[in-house]
Structures are given as C-alpha cells and as structure tokens.
C-alpha cells in the first residue's frame, strides 16, 4: 500500500533519469563522434538529434552548441538539466520513501548541475561532464537496487525507467530504421558503430555478431534480444513483470487493464521474427510498439494514480 | 507557522564607546566571568586547544557539505531562479550540565502540564476565566482562540502534542521561558541532525563526556501520537501532513515521517467522506487514524477555516469533531501561546497544580493595564515591543536599535490599540563558542527544547541551540546570520564536580 501521490513521483522518477542518462549518452556520441569532420559524422550528429526530437539540419552541422543547449539550458523542458531537476523534484516530494543512499546519489547530480561554473566545467571537458553524469546516474539505479526494498514502490521506478527506456530507443531505432521520409538506409560503418553506442549496445552486439555492422542485425539485436538490457524486448518483458509485481501487492488480479496490455506487449515482442518485421515495415512495428507503451501509461494512471473515488469508497 | 527561520529579537548590545562596564554582561556557557573554563566544558577546551585552526574550518566545511547533500535545505526565491541553501550550522556543541537540565525537564514538565490543563479548561467550563485569574476578553478575543474547538473531546486532555518551548539564560545564569510554542514547532530535525554530525566531528569527546542520547524522539513522538487514539483503535494509521515541498520546513517534514515510518500526505492526498479520513492510496481509500499536522489551523480545513486554503483537506474538521480522526497539535492551542496570555503562565501554574513556576517568566508589561502603558510609552528607548497577535518578528519595535520616529509611530500604535500590545526589557542571551572565521569566539544563543505530550508527558534531553552568528547580534533568524548547533546534555554524574 503507498500513497497514489507517492506511486505516480516514483514512476517519474525513474522516466527522468533513464530520460537524461539517454540524452548524455546521445551528446556524448554526438560530440565524439563529430570530432571527425566527415560525412559520417554530420550523420551521426542528425541522428542524435532528430532522436531527440529536434531534426534541424543547421544544429547538427554546431554540435558543441548543441550538446550544450541540450545539456544545460534550464528553460528546455527537454534538457538533460530539466530532466535532473525533475527527477529530483520528484525525489523530494517523497522523500520519506527513498533511503538516504538513494537521495545522495541524485542529489549530488543535481548539485553538480546548479553549480554556478557549472558552464564553465561543461566547456573545459564536456565528454568529461556527460560521462560523469552517466556514471553518477548508474550509481543512483545502483544505490536504490541495493538499498531500497523492492516492492511496490521499485515496481513503480522500475515501471518507469523500462517504460521510458523502451520508448526512448524505439524512437531512435524509428530514426534510423524507419522507412518513411524518403531516408537513405544507413550502411556507414562509422555512423552505424555510433547507433550502437547511442543505445549503450556497442560491446554487448559485438560479442554476439562480432565486429560485422550489419543495419539488420543492429535492428534486431536492439528490438529484439532476449539478454541485452536496452532492447525493446528487454524492456517489455521488465515491464510486465513490475506491473504483475504491483497489481500482486495492490490485491488488484484480474481486475485492472494495464497487465493485459502489457502481457500483449511482451508477447507481441517474443514472437515477432525479423521477417515478420521486415514484412510488416520497421516504421510500422515501430509505431505499434510505442502506441501501446502510451497506452499502458494512460491504464497505468487510470488504475492506480488518477482512479475515479466512487469505486473505491467503503462501502 | 511558527519557524526557526523567523525573525527574533534584537539586541541592546554593549557599545564599544560606553565607558567602564556595560549594562550587562551576558553569561557564557564556557567560561566565567574571571575567565576560567567551567568544568562541563574542560574536556571540549581540551580537544579545541589541540585543533588547528585549519583543522576546524575543514571539518566545519565537511559538516556543511553534509546537511547539503542530505538536502537539509530551505530555498531562498530570487528574481531569476531560487536555490538552496543550508541552515548554517556550527560543529562545536553547546553543553548543558545534568543538575541544570534536571530543572529544566522539571519546569517544562510542569509547565506543559498547567497549558494543557489550561487549554482544556477554556474550551470547556472556562473555570479559570470564571474565576477571574485571567482576564476573559483577553483569551476569547485572541485571535488564536478557536471556538470551534469548546467541548470538543482531546484524549488524555492532550492539545499541545508537540511543544517547543524558546528558553534564555539570563545574565545570573538561570533559564527562563521566553516563549512557548504550542502551534506547530519546527526545528527538531535540525536538533537531530546537528547531533548525527557532532559525533562525526568530536566522536572522542562525545564519548568521553556521557552525552544523554536523542536518538529515541521519532519512536517517542509516534507513541505520543499512537496514544492520541489508543482508546478506540488497536493499532491506528498515523500520517504526517504537510503543507507541501515549498514548504521551508518540508525537509522536517519527510525526515520525521520516514524515522516514524508513517506516510508523508498532503491535503491533496486526503478524501473525507461520511465523516471519515482517507488517503488515496494505490490499491484505494485506507482509512487515516491520527494526523500530525504541520499546517497551521487556519488552514486544514476550508470548511470550517479559511476557505481558500487548499492545504488541508474538506471536512476534516467534522471528522476531528465527529471522533473518526484526531489532529495533532489540537487546533486553537495557540491562544496559550499568546504573547498576552504568556504573561500569565506563572498564574495559571499555581491555578491548576498550586505550584510555583520552576522556570521564570521574562517580565512583561500588557499594555492594556493603563499603568503599565505609561510606564512601557516612558521607556520605549530601552523596551522590546511586540504586537500581541504576530509573529515571526512582524509588528515588533526593539527599543535600543530604533529611530525617534519609528518610536513615535509604535507610542500612536500603542495609544490607539494597547490591548494589543506587551512589552519586554530587552534581553541579554547568554554566550557560547562558536567557530567563526577560523577562530573560535562567543556568540549569543537561546534554546529550543521540545515536549512531547499524549499519554505522558516527555522532554526530549536535547534541544536546538540556536546561534546569532554575527556578532554582537542576537538574532538568531537564519536569514540573518543565524545558525544552529548540537547541544549536549550530559548525564547527572557527568561533567560536574562538587
């Protein structure tokens, strides 16, 4: 039993800091790579930043100036600093229900972040800064693995970080994949190299397709691997299994909607094949999955948080 | 709200150009006036004199950089963007002897005791206004007097829950009460964190000098509250409400919940229907037995109080009223805190319990008497001045510190409305050493002990010590250079010789 108020900050926590730990990981590639001044590069740069949501073609050609604005510019609501800051908000407003270990972890981040030569400390070494937010981030997932108990209130940060995760990268596979837009396929070697280190997959993939950059088996290995943490399938099967965790401590069994969806999700994920997506059309498959991730979402908050009060009175 | 952050007395300090001695010299807690070092202080002198002054500063840097990252924090709004800042605290502990503490757990035992009586009594048969002990207007037209609370029935006669009483010693070295706070005190996490970080810094005098643990106050004040409705629920659901993380002492907030293990809630997490509380939970309403409130009572309720408050939550009040929840503190405890009414805190003493006060009362002259105006518009150069019904510092006029025509406003306020002002010396706080700027010196400090009361009543041996840390100041406002730090209260047989 926990306070709806307390279930949904949870959550977001855990969407805001896969959010800004995804967009470090995009600067981050986006400035190593355009290190480089090729073709391939400039790629790589649209690539992050189209994954983002912002395909402005003049950006990528100043990614330091982009990097930046992402990183720290406080009036984004989409920034790295933004995404911090709300995930700390949110942090605060329940924190009664976080151990101290957990709470240090983010915070530090967030004081890092408010710094106020904090610019000045992104300019000297920015792959630097990026690195070490990431690095700080994995120790506040670490932190909360190790020291909060993981019951409903993990589910609920759980459910957010896999939720928020599996819609992040199927963004950026829809990018590179998607088929629509009148988009060259990609087959650089350089720039699909970056796509894997985007999604954090570069050594894991390499390990099982070895060093051979093929656009197919990078959709697959990152839609559909059965081990690899940030593939779609991944996350599903996690969200699933956090959700049954809840509606388990809840009481709730077969009575609310979000598990089906998100059993339907997980199978949908389990059985699909690459010819099945390659008939269907990546964009497609793509859409539908980030369809029902919305849609488990909005039951999400139907069931637990936004519920109407005339069920649930005493009767 | 009664806060640490607000705004206290001024001073009348020594001035460098008065001759010879001045008015008064304030008691320091560590040495006497010959200079010496008084014996519950030995030990710490002891372990200072081998610190280097570098040494000090790193660890007070160290201390800060922990209340920071713990995020025991308040936010200062500026123009632009708000940021966080902490409460300043000072590493070196303030030390209280056994024997005195003895009086002073005594007198605020006794003291709480006679207020809550006092407060059951007026929102019942008003025995002692009938009797004429104190003056009737005074309670009924205070605005912290609140009808809706007469013969409402509070268990154990228990309406000040959580008290927080301000205390100064005086320059003879006795403690007084300068204040009592009986609404909604703060300041109890940073007694309790100021504690976790002396150990870190001084762990070796700590331990040698037989420090009475605090430790205990989150499961004490959960029994308090349990006890609050014990008589009709086997195993009550207590929640802490608050008024929100823009609250400055949100961080108390949520750091007592989870010591208490309880839900943090706020007004919008709270459903009343058919006369009972609920909270909105994930798996539906459950039921909230007693309620820690740190919403001022004007704002619990919309119905019953101020209708545009959305801190609270609809029909509590019916609820408290109907006997299905109980609020604690009770609301309308603040009418025994009235500066008005503290003036007759002595008498009430010796009404209910037939006793002496065992801690003295700051004198205080009620404008209202016409006697006593005159003699507060003649002096009102050297008076303190505070208006009856504010507080936080509002409304007040520090005598020494002030203009002539500052003074001759205050002497028309007063002409106009004297029932609504009081008026007091201006007060010498007592010293202790602080660490300022690599060095050790005195500044002024008061003491804020708290009380707790449900079945019983127990006093906490520990208390935030609050610090002015400007000197010469005696505002120990944290917007002003006020700070805080741990206070050591040591066993009886400790730190004391014969």
């Known amino acids: 039993m926990m306070l709806a108020r307390v279930a949904d900050s949870l959550y977001w926590i855990g969407r805001y800091v896969e959010r800004a730990e995804h967009m470090c990981r995009l600067s981050d590639v986006m400035l190593n790579a355009t290190l480089d001044r090729s073709e391939a590069a400039t790629t790589v740069a649209r690539i992050a930043l189209s994954a983002v949501g912002d395909p402005d073609a003049a950006k990528a050609e100043r990614p330091y100036d982009a990097a930046l604005a992402l990183a720290l510019d406080r009036e984004d609501g989409g920034s790295i600093y933004s995404s911090v800051a709300r995930a700390r908000e949110n942090a605060r407003q329940v924190r009664d229900q976080i151990t101290t270990e957990t709470w240090e972890r983010l915070n530090l981040i967030y004081l890092r972040m408010n710094d106020p030569d904090v610019a000045a400390s992104f300019a000297e070494g920015s792959q630097q800064f990026l690195h070490d937010t990431i690095a700080d981030l994995h120790l506040f997932k670490g932190a909360g693995d190790a020291t909060m108990s993981h019951g409903e209130g993990w589910s609920f940060l759980l459910l957010g970080v896999y939720l928020e995760r599996a819609q992040l990268i199927g963004a950026l596979l829809e990018v590179v994949f998607g088929e629509g837009r009148r988009r060259r396929p990609i087959s650089d070697h350089f720039a699909l190299t970056n796509v894997l280190r985007m999604g954090c997959a570069l050594e894991p993939y390499l390990r099982v397709y070895t060093a051979e950059m093929q656009p197919r088996f990078i959709l697959q290995f990152l839609t559909l691997d059965e081990d690899f943490p940030r593939s779609i399938r991944f996350c599903t099967d996690q969200i699933e299994q956090h959700l049954s965790a809840i509606i388990r401590h809840a009481g709730l069994a077969g009575r609310v909607g979000p598990d089906r969806l998100a059993g339907r999700l997980r199978a949908r994920l389990q059985y699909a094949d690459m010819t099945d997506l390659e008939n269907e059309g990546a964009s497609a498959f793509l859409k539908t999955v980030l369809d029902e991730c919305s849609a488990i979402h909005r039951s999400l908050y139907d069931a637990f948080v936004a519920y109407p009060l005339e069920d649930r009175l005493p009767a | ?498």
């Open chain 2, 1 to 498: 709200m009664d806060s640490i952050v607000s705004v206290k007395r001024d001073e009348a300090g020594p001035k460098a150009d008065l001759p010879a001695i001045p008015p008064a010299i304030p008691y320091d807690e560590m040495l006497t006036p010959k200079g010496a070092v008084r014996p519950h202080y030995e030990a710490l002198q002891a372990r200072l004199s081998t610190l280097s002054p570098d040494e000090l500063a790193e660890r007070q840097k160290t201390q800060e950089r922990f209340f920071l990252l713990q995020g025991i924090t308040f936010t200062v709004y500026g123009a632009e963007s708000s940021t966080e800042r902490i409460i300043p605290t000072d590493i070196l502990p303030r030390i209280i002897p056994g024997s005195e503490w003895a009086t002073i757990e005594k007198g605020l035992t006794q003291r709480l005791q006679a207020l809550n009586m006092f407060l059951a009594d007026i929102y019942s048969e008003q025995q002692i206004l009938m009797d004429g002990v104190v003056p009737r207007e005074l309670v009924l037209q205070a605005p912290s007097y609140r009808r809706e609370m007469q013969n409402l029935y509070v268990p154990h006669k228990a309406y000040a829950n959580v008290c927080g009483s301000d205390l100064i010693r005086q320059e003879n070295g006795a403690f007084a009460v300068l204040e009592d706070n009986l609404r909604v005190p703060s300041g109890v996490s940073y007694m309790l964190a100021n504690r976790e970080a002396s150990k870190r810094v001084f762990p070796g005098t700590f331990r040698g000098a037989g420090v009475r643990s605090i430790d205990r106050y989150p499961d004490l004040l959960l029994a308090t509250l349990k006890s609050m409705a014990s008589d009709w629920r086997a195993d009550p659901q207590v929640v802490v409400l608050t008024p929100g993380v823009y609250n400055s002492a949100y961080y108390e907030h949520a750091y007592l919940a989870r010591l208490m293990g309880v839900p943090l809630v706020e007004g919008r997490d709270i459903v009343v229907h058919d006369n009972m509380v609920y909270m909105r939970t994930t798996t539906g309403l459950r039921r909230i037995d007693v309620i820690y409130r740190r919403v001022d009572d004007d704002f619990i309720d919309p119905l019953t109080f101020r209708r545009d408050s959305s801190l609270g939550a609809a029909g509590l009040f019916n609820a408290y009223r109907a006997g299905n929840v109980v609020i604690c503190n009770a609301p309308g405890t603040g009418v025994a805190d009235d500066k008005a009414v503290y003036a007759y805190v002595p008498e009430i003493i010796r009404y209910y319990l037939g006793e002496d006060a065992i801690l003295p009362n700051i004198e205080t002259y009620l404008c209202r008497e016409a006697a006593q105006l005159s003699h507060v518009l003649a002096n009102l150069d050297k008076l303190v001045v505070k208006a009856v019904g504010a507080s936080g510092g509002y409304g007040m006029l520090v005598g020494p510190h002030s203009t002539k025509a500052q003074r001759a406003e205050f002497a028309e306020a007063l002409k106009a409305d004297p029932a609504n002002y009081i008026a007091q010396p201006t007060i010498q706080l007592s010293t202790a050493p602080c660490l300022v700027d690599h060095a050790v010196e005195p500044r002024h400090v008061d003491l804020r002990p708290f009380i707790l009361s449900g079945e019983k009543i127990v006093v906490t041996p520990g208390a935030l010590t609050r610090v002015a840390l400007k000197k010469g100041s005696l505002v120990v406002n944290s917007s002003q250079g006020g700070g805080s730090k741990d206070t050591w209260v040591l066993s009886e047989s400790k730190g004391e010789r014969g």
